[in-house]
């Protein structure tokens, strides 16, 4: 999709028909009291105070059609400047607008635009009639806290996009559409993979069974990974004591993102947000030699973060997750080399997973921020400058930007462009010079003296939570058959005659390793075979006369109509190869 937030004609557009919004608004309800109407990257949206009513989506028909109106009368946009005195008596009888120009710096220019009989605070800048906005469109609304403090009165948001054209604005529907469609939460409960309750609290996904079969395919896929490359996998605590987060420095730096201590005893605890400090100390339970060096420390570790409520979404952004961490502890020489193996492995599980659209992002601190990163600039440059060599090295094509890495030490970003929506950050992979310092690490280089690691922090698949999100929205939801949680359904043309037989291949299927589910329900053929194209199964067995006499197997691949027919054993290994291989079909 289009980012109209950065494209300055449509987010002039988009800004002015925020502003047309707001107009039929309050014609349909006068009472309505407006808080704020930023452009955003998907069009623009309203928050709205409108008393006792409640939005429907009837109630966006009757708004979309009253802006029509407003477009066709095709009224002059007009700005004017104000005085702070000016401005508070225009909108004296809107809190608001009086908490926004109080909260305004002496030196800020304060305008007006105004249409017709409409007009509101804004610093613009608008269209110069209301007639140039007329491809838009409602697209949905929802409940929005005043200043986005859960302690505040709940707004309600209207959310809508503008175009010029109105075939630019088609397509945007369309995509829309197609985004509806994909939409992970949506397959997630269709398909029985997770679900979230409230009693949980948000944030806190529930994996369902089939949910969980498709978690742990993705585990073992990396954990086999991650075995041939000489990872030792650990289990860590979830949770740490502040002082263990004092020591690496995430309680000055993090604790903003962190859930609040808790007290046990006389020990202070926190969730943990992160792996690194536990993985610390695994490292400094023994003396190490340089002969031991890299050592790959591997755990698929629940993590804690805290996120708004607002901004939780199924798998995608959680506040409970299990990472994909490692920390690899190499000797300064070795930096290059891991470097390299970690994009090795990325661009390897990119490649299995047939992920093709991406782009190497590499975060670096901002040098003015004191308060962010630690402060040690021969540290910084230092560690920039080996990434950027690597990269360079590799012939890896990237992009820097500025303010994005850790606290810690800069990092290198795998952002993906998924089937809808903005980019995702999937991997990643950080330099640090500094936590090794801060639990006093230490290794024994071939002189004999006493040497500090660095440590390189990588996840590949990132979270396996977002990392499944994005799987489900590339797929819709139709996984290939190594990862799909039932992969293969037995539909008996007849239960009394064919139901024996069935039950036979499915026993046989079991017994191979495969995940099989027989539908012997007292329902029409054409129904079940529907039923499994719904539950987006990969393969579909039917078993009537013919099968049963000659011990073969008739099935049909999710997406086609053709039947096919083999012996049991052809069946087999075929179906056996094919997950074998992680073939995605």
């Known amino acids: 999709m289009i980012n109209i937030k950065e494209n300055e004609k449509l987010s002039m557009m988009n800004h002015s028909c925020a502003h047309l919004m707001a107009q039929a608004v309050k014609h349909l309800y006068p009472q309505a009291k407006f808080w704020v109407g930023p452009v955003i990257e998907e069009g623009f949206y309203y928050d709205i105070d409108l008393g006792d009513v409640t939005l429907t989506l009837e109630d966006l028909e009757k708004i979309e059609k009253e802006m029509k109106k407003l477009s066709k009368d095709g009224k002059r946009i007009i700005r004017r400047e104000l005085s702070r005195d000016e401005a508070l008596e225009m909108f004296k009888d809107d809190e608001y607008k009086i908490d926004l120009i109080n909260h305004m710096d002496d030196d800020t220019v304060i305008s007006c635009y105004t249409q017709g009989d409409f007009t509101d605070l804004c610093r613009g800048p608008h269209v110069e009639t209301v007639k140039e906005l007329?491809?838009?469109?409602?697209?949905?609304?929802?409940?929005?806290?005043?200043?986005?403090?859960?302690?505040?009165?709940?707004?309600?948001?209207?959310?809508?996009?503008?175009?010029?054209?109105?075939?630019?604005?088609?397509?945007?529907?369309?995509?829309i559409e197609e985004a509806k469609q994909r939409d992970h939460r949506k397959i997630g409960k269709d398909q029985e993979l997770f679900m979230t309750h409230e009693l949980v609290g948000a944030g806190m996904p529930l994996w369902l069974p089939n949910g969980a079969l498709i978690r742990k395919q993705l585990e073992n896929y990396i954990y086999e990974k991650e075995q041939q490359m000489g990872y030792q996998h650990v289990y860590t605590p979830c949770v740490g004591t502040v002082n263990?987060?004092?020591?690496?420095?995430?309680?000055?730096?993090?604790?903003?993102?962190?859930?609040?201590?808790?007290?046990?005893?006389?020990?202070?605890?926190?969730?943990?947000?992160?792996?690194?400090?536990?993985?610390?100390?695994?490292?400094?339970?023994?003396?190490?030699?340089?002969?031991d060096l890299p050592i790959r420390i591997g755990e698929f570790a629940t993590d804690f973060r805290y996120e708004?409520?607002?901004?939780?979404?199924?798998?995608?952004?959680?506040?409970?997750?299990?990472?994909?961490?490692?920390?690899?502890?190499?000797?300064?020489?070795?930096?290059?080399?891991?470097?390299?193996?970690?994009?090795?492995?990325?661009?390897?599980?990119?490649?299995?997973?047939?992920?093709?659209?991406?782009?190497?992002?590499?975060?670096?601190?901002?040098?003015?921020?004191?308060?962010?990163?630690?402060?040690?600039?021969?540290?910084?440059?230092?560690?920039?400058?080996?990434?950027?060599?690597?990269?360079?090295?590799?012939?890896?094509?990237?992009?820097?930007?500025?303010?994005?890495?850790?606290?810690?030490?800069?990092?290198?970003?795998?952002?993906?462009?998924p089937a809808v929506g903005p980019e995702v950050t999937l991997s990643t992979c950080q330099l640090d010079f500094l936590l090794p310092r801060r639990f006093d690490l230490s290794y024994i280089d071939?002189?004999?003296?006493?040497?500090?690691?660095?440590?390189?922090?990588?996840?590949?698949?990132?979270?396996?939570?977002?990392?499944t999100a994005f799987l489900i929205e590339e797929t819709k939801g139709v996984f290939p058959t190594w990862l799909a949680p039932v992969q293969v359904n037995i539909i008996p043309v007849n239960n009394e005659y064919h139901l024996e037989y069935a039950n036979e291949i499915y026993n046989l299927l079991k017994e191979n390793g495969i995940r099989v589910e027989l539908d012997s329900r007292e329902e029409k053929l054409g129904y079940r075979m529907r039923d499994s194209v719904m539950r987006k199964i990969p393969y579909t067995l039917i078993l009537g006369d013919k099968e049963k006499d000659n011990k073969t197997i008739s099935y049909r691949v999710y997406g086609k109509e053709e039947t096919i027919t083999l012996k049991q054993e052809e069946f087999i290994n075929k179906l056996q190869e094919e997950i074998k291989n992680r073939t995605r079909v």
Not at 367 to 387: H, I, T, V
Not at 446 to 467: C, M, N, Q, W, Y
Request: charged share 30%; glycine share 6%.
């Open 244 to 291: 263990l987060y004092k020591t690496s420095g995430h309680w000055d730096h993090y604790q903003e993102n962190m859930f609040p201590m808790m007290k046990v005893d006389d020990e202070e605890f926190v969730l943990r947000p992160m792996n690194c400090p536990h993985h610390m100390l695994v490292y400094k339970n023994k003396l190490h030699s340089y002969r």
């Open 446 to 467: 071939s002189k004999g003296e006493k040497k500090t690691p660095v440590v390189l922090h990588r996840a590949i698949f990132g979270t396996f939570d977002r990392f």
């Open 308 to 417: 708004a409520s607002g901004a939780v979404k199924g798998l995608e952004r959680v506040r409970c997750m299990c990472q994909n961490d490692a920390h690899l502890f190499v000797m300064p020489e070795q930096i290059g080399e891991e470097f390299k193996k970690v994009v090795s492995l990325i661009l390897d599980t990119y490649k299995d997973f047939g992920i093709k659209d991406y782009k190497f992002r590499l975060s670096l601190r901002d040098p003015l921020d004191k308060e962010k990163y630690f402060d040690d600039d021969e540290m910084w440059n230092a560690a920039e400058a080996k990434l950027r060599e690597v990269l360079d090295d590799l012939g890896v094509e990237y992009f820097e930007a500025i303010g994005e890495a850790a606290f810690y030490g800069p990092k290198l970003d795998v952002e993906v462009k």
């Open 134 to 175: 007329k491809y838009f469109k409602l697209i949905k609304f929802s409940g929005a806290y005043w200043k986005g403090d859960a302690k505040n009165k709940m707004l309600q948001r209207i959310y809508g996009v503008c175009f010029d054209t109105e075939e630019d604005l088609n397509n945007y529907i369309q995509e």
